[in-house]
């Protein structure tokens, strides 16, 4: 079981955290069965009012959506990761269709490209992409997108799916925004080829990494009004606790990192960031930011 750590893990220190989204968390997996509720319980105290827990494969996301149902503050994309891609098939969509029309499904995704795990072929995993981003369309709803070493793959399958018709056409294309690059570690060329498609970046914790320079010296060329902060936990545990398990407690740690690299202050990258996942994931007046 975590223990509750000494280290502050609050944005700010006040009797009363900001409010926080941890826009992609993946609070179902068995690394919190132990103690999920003490987690929530810290999450809750650090100011965290809204999770988003990722899909990875179909029977993940019916168990995703039994915990946010039994959550006020959780809400669920339905996905198909790439590296559970191989056995992808157009019954998959439809379970997926399915599964999309609960209340609490808020995007699709992680769904994209992952080049570095040899698990999946990257043909499997395109088919797999291309058949999600048009239900996305279908459906109206944002995704959330996984790209690990084939950022040029990824930013042409998105590139001509914004230009497409199916896209042009869909409700997906008057919501504010398309989807979000979560866990951005690209360059400034494809943040702004991200812009242009109406996409948000999300920024985890690698960010807050010591030996992360090139990361430290993009951050103050990114645009404050297109960054969701995000944990992804279990895995990319922020500094100072990398190592460990992550949880969703350690979401302000981003945005103090990130107030940090661009001289805007924590409440105010707090403020931007929380505004821009209720507005992306369609939470607006749904969700109480305080």
């Given at each position: 079981?975590?223990?509750?750590?000494?280290?502050?893990?609050?944005?700010?220190?006040?009797?009363?955290?900001?409010?926080?989204?941890?826009?992609?968390?993946?609070?179902?997996?068995?690394?919190?069965?132990?103690?999920?509720?003490?987690?929530?319980?810290?999450?809750?105290?650090?100011?965290?009012?809204?999770?988003?827990?990722?899909?990875?494969?179909?029977?993940?996301?019916?168990?995703?959506?039994?915990?946010?149902?039994?959550?006020?503050?959780?809400?669920?994309?339905?996905?198909?990761?790439?590296?559970?891609?191989?056995?992808?098939?157009?019954?998959?969509?439809?379970?997926?269709?399915?599964?999309?029309?609960?209340?609490?499904?808020?995007?699709?995704?992680?769904?994209?490209?992952?080049?570095?795990?040899?698990?999946?072929?990257?043909?499997?995993?395109?088919?797999?992409?291309?058949?999600?981003?048009?239900?996305?369309?279908?459906?109206?709803?944002?995704?959330?997108?996984?790209?690990?070493?084939?950022?040029?793959?990824?930013?042409?399958?998105?590139?001509?799916?914004?230009?497409?018709?199916?896209?042009?056409?869909?409700?997906?294309?008057?919501?504010?925004?398309?989807?979000?690059?979560?866990?951005?570690?690209?360059?400034?060329?494809?943040?702004?080829?991200?812009?242009?498609?109406?996409?948000?970046?999300?920024?985890?914790?690698?960010?807050?990494?010591?030996?992360?320079?090139?990361?430290?010296?993009?951050?103050?060329?990114?645009?404050?009004?297109?960054?969701?902060?995000?944990?992804?936990?279990?895995?990319?545990?922020?500094?100072?606790?990398?190592?460990?398990?992550?949880?969703?407690?350690?979401?302000?740690?981003?945005?103090?990192?990130?107030?940090?690299?661009?001289?805007?202050?924590?409440?105010?990258?707090?403020?931007?960031?929380?505004?821009?996942a209720l507005t992306f994931f369609g939470l607006q007046g749904r969700v109480q930011s305080r």
């Amino acid at each position: 079981m975590t223990r509750q750590l000494s280290v502050s893990t609050q944005p700010e220190e006040s009797a009363t955290p900001p409010f926080l989204v941890d826009s992609h968390c993946h609070l179902d997996l068995a690394h919190f069965d132990e103690d999920r509720a003490a987690v929530l319980d810290r999450a809750k105290s650090a100011g965290v009012g809204l999770i988003v827990i990722p899909g990875i494969d179909v029977e993940q996301c019916r168990g995703a959506l039994e915990l946010a149902s039994a959550t006020p503050e959780v809400y669920v994309a339905v996905g198909v990761h790439p590296n559970s891609s191989g056995d992808f098939t157009p019954v998959v969509v439809d379970e997926l269709r399915r599964l999309a029309a609960h209340p609490k499904v808020v995007a699709i995704g992680e769904i994209g490209l992952d080049y570095y795990w040899d698990k999946v072929t990257p043909e499997q995993q395109d088919v797999a992409f291309r058949a999600q981003l048009a239900l996305a369309a279908e459906l109206g709803l944002p995704v959330i997108i996984h790209n690990r070493d084939a950022s040029d793959d990824v930013a042409a399958v998105l590139e001509e799916w914004v230009q497409g018709e199916s896209f042009r056409s869909s409700q997906l294309a008057g919501r504010p925004f398309a989807g979000v690059l979560h866990a951005f570690g690209g360059d400034l060329a494809l943040a702004k080829r991200a812009y242009a498609w109406g996409f948000l970046l999300g920024i985890a914790g690698p960010v807050t990494f010591k030996n992360a320079r090139q990361m430290h010296d993009l951050v103050p060329g990114l645009r404050s009004d297109r960054l969701l902060i995000e944990t992804d936990a279990p895995y990319l545990t922020p500094h100072p606790f990398r190592g460990k398990r992550n949880e969703p407690g350690y979401v302000g740690l981003v945005a103090k990192k990130l107030a940090e690299l661009t001289g805007v202050s924590v409440a105010e990258i707090c403020e931007n960031s929380s505004q821009l996942a209720l507005t992306f994931f369609g939470l607006q007046g749904r969700v109480q930011s305080r």
